[in-house]
C-alpha cells in the first residue's frame, strides 16, 4: 500500500472512530460559547457604539477574512500533497509551488490587509475640530479620575464614570498618576496607554445612547481586574442639562440621618482626602464626591445604592486589594448607616 493509500485508510479510520464523535461535542461548546461573548453583558468590540470602534470591527472582520482564506488555501495545499497519487513533481511544478504559495502569496495578502489596515488610521487619529479634550481621565491605584471641562474653563471631577454626548466628535487625555495603565471601552473605541509622565490621546464619538464598561487592559497592581470605568453616552440636550447640575454645589443634607453622616464626615477626617463642594471638604488626593449618589457604581464595582456605600466603608481592603482608601470598620453600625445616608444623598 503506497502512502498516499495509507493517509486514505487512516482518515477513514478516524472519521468513523468513537474518539471524534467524542472531540466533536466539545468542539461545538467552544464555538458557541466563542459566539456568546458577544452577546453577554461583557465588554465587546463586536457591537460597535463609536464611529472608532465601528471602524475597528470592520477591519476586524476583513481580517478574519483574509486569515480564513489564507488558511483555507493552506489547508488545500496540504491535503493536495497528502492525497493525491504519488508520483514526483517536475521541477517547474515544484518550482511555481513554491514561488506562488510560500512568495507571491503571503506578499500580496499581507500586503492588502496592511493597506486596508493603514486606511483606517486616518479616522481614528481625528481629534475632533478643534482638538481640545472632552474629558481628562487619569489612571490611579485602581481606580479613573475624570475630569470633565465646563464652557467657563473649570471643570468638574467624577470618579470611575465618564459621559459624552452622542455624535460629538471629541478627544480624551489620558494620563497616569502612578504606573502604566491603559484606557479601552471597547463599543466605542480603541485602547491608549496611560503612561506616568506623559500625554496621550484617544478619539471617541458616540453614535448611540447608552452605557458602556472600560477596563483597564494593561496589568497594574492588585486591583487591576476591578478598575472599571462606565462611560455613559448621552443625547446632547441631556448632557448639557447634566453638566450644568454637576457643577453646582452639594445640596444640604435633608435627613436627620444623612446630617449626621455628614457631620461624621467631616469630624472622622474625610474631608482631607475627599472634596465636597459646598462644605469645608477639601481634599483632593481621594475622588471628589460632590455628586456621588447620582453616579451609576461606587468605585466602579458597587451598587449605587446605601447598602453599597455601607459594604465601601467597612470592607474597602477587601473589595479592592490595596486601594488607598482605609476601611472604617471601626465605626460603630449607626455611624456607618448615617455615612452611607449622608454620601447617597449627594445626588
Known sequence: MGPAALTRTR???WHRSP???????PCLIALAAGALLACGDAPSALRPAGR???????????????????????????????????RTHTVRQARWFIVGGGVVLPTVT???????????????????????????????RWWWRVRQPLPDGTSVE??????????????????????????????????????????????????????????CAEYCGLSHAHMLLSVVAMPPDAF??????????????RSEPARRGEHLFLATGCGACHAVRGTPAEGASGPD?????????????????????????????????GALMPAF??????????LAAYLEGLQ
Open 110 to 140: 499581507l500586503a492588502a490587509l496592511l493597506t486596508v489596515g493603514l486606511a483606517v488610521l486616518p479616522d481614528l487619529l481625528d481629534l475632533g475640530p478643534d482638538g481640545q479634550p472632552v474629558a481628562r481621565v487619569v489612571g490611579e
Open 52 to 86: 472608532d470602534a465601528e471602524r475597528i470591527a470592520e477591519l476586524t472582520w476583513i481580517m478574519l477574512a483574509g486569515a480564513v482564506v489564507v488558511w483555507a488555501l493552506v489547508i488545500a495545499a496540504a491535503l493536495y500533497t497528502v492525497l493525491r497519487r504519488h
Open 289 to 321: 464626591l460632590t455628586h456621588v449618589g447620582s453616579r451609576r457604581t461606587i468605585a466602579g464595582i458597587l451598587d449605587n445604592d446605601v447598602e453599597g456605600f455601607r459594604r465601601w466603608l467597612v470592607d474597602t481592603p477587601h473589595l479592592k486589594p
Open 19 to 25: 474518539r471524534r464523535r467524542a472531540l466533536g461535542a
Open 240 to 253: 448639557a442639562r447634566w453638566l450644568d447640575h454637576q457643577a453646582t454645589p452639594a445640596r444640604p443634607a
Open 329 to 338: 470598620d471601626m465605626l460603630p453600625p449607626e455611624d456607618v448607616d448615617a
Open 158 to 215: 467624577l470618579a470611575n464614570e465618564l459621559r459624552l454626548p452622542v455624535g460629538r466628535r471629541g478627544a480624551i487625555a489620558v494620563e497616569s498618576a502612578d504606573v502604566v495603565h491603559s484606557l479601552w471601552v471597547p463599543a466605542l473605541a480603541g485602547k491608549v496607554d496611560a503612561i506616568p509622565g506623559r500625554t496621550t490621546w484617544l478619539g471617541v464619538e458616540p453614535t448611540r445612547a447608552g452605557a458602556y464598561r472600560g477596563i
Open 11 to 13: 482518515l477513514a479510520r
